[in-house]
C-alpha cells in the first residue's frame, strides 16, 4: 500500500536528520504526544453553506521533531496517527490516518514558566481502507494553525485547528465542495 511507503520515507528523512548533523542531534527536541482529534467532511455546493456533514473523533498521537528557534521562530515537524470514529452513526468502524504536518513555531510570548507558541504550516494525511475485498486510498491536503504552551520546558499543551485545501471522499458531486476541517488537542512530554 501507499500509506505504508509514506510513513517510511518520512520516518528515514526525520533520522537522517536527526543524526546526520551532531549539532542538529544535539539541539533537536523529540516530543512523545497524545490526545483527542474531531474531524469533519463538510459537503454542499462551492460558494455556500454545507448541506451535509460528517463529524468523527478519536484518538490522535505520535512523535514530533522540534528544530530550535532562530531567534523567534523554529520548525516541527511530527507524524501522528489519527483514528476517526462516527459519531453519529450506527457504524462503530474507526478508520485511521497518517498525519505529517510541517509547522513553523513562531514564540509569542513567555508567561511565568510556560513558552506560548503559534503554529502554522501545511498537513498531509493518508488513509488505506479495505472493504469488500478492496482497497480505498484518500489523501488530504490541509493547513494547520494552533497553539502550543510549553511548561517548564518539558510537559507540553497543544491546541490546533486544520481547513481542507482539496476535496475528498467519493460522495462528493464534481460541483460540490467535500473538504475537511480538524480540531485537535494533544498533550506532549519532551524527552530532550
Known sequence: MRIDNRVRIVAALMAMGCGSAPAFAQNAGLVVKGGIAQASLQVGPKGTAASHTD??????????VTLPPYKQ???QTEVLLNERRPVFSADSGSVAFVVVPFLLRARLADVGRTRISLLLGPEVAAS??????????FDDYGMDVGVDFEVQRRAMID????RGLVNIGPGADPTDSAKSLGLTVMIGWRLR
Do not use: K, M
Open 55 to 64: 463529524n468523527q473523533t478519536g484518538f490522535s498521537g505520535g512523535i514530533a
Open 73 to 75: 521562530v523554529g520548525f
Open 128 to 137: 488505506a481502507t479495505r472493504s469488500h475485498g478492496f482497497v480505498q486510498e
Open 159 to 162: 491546541v490546533r485547528y486544520t
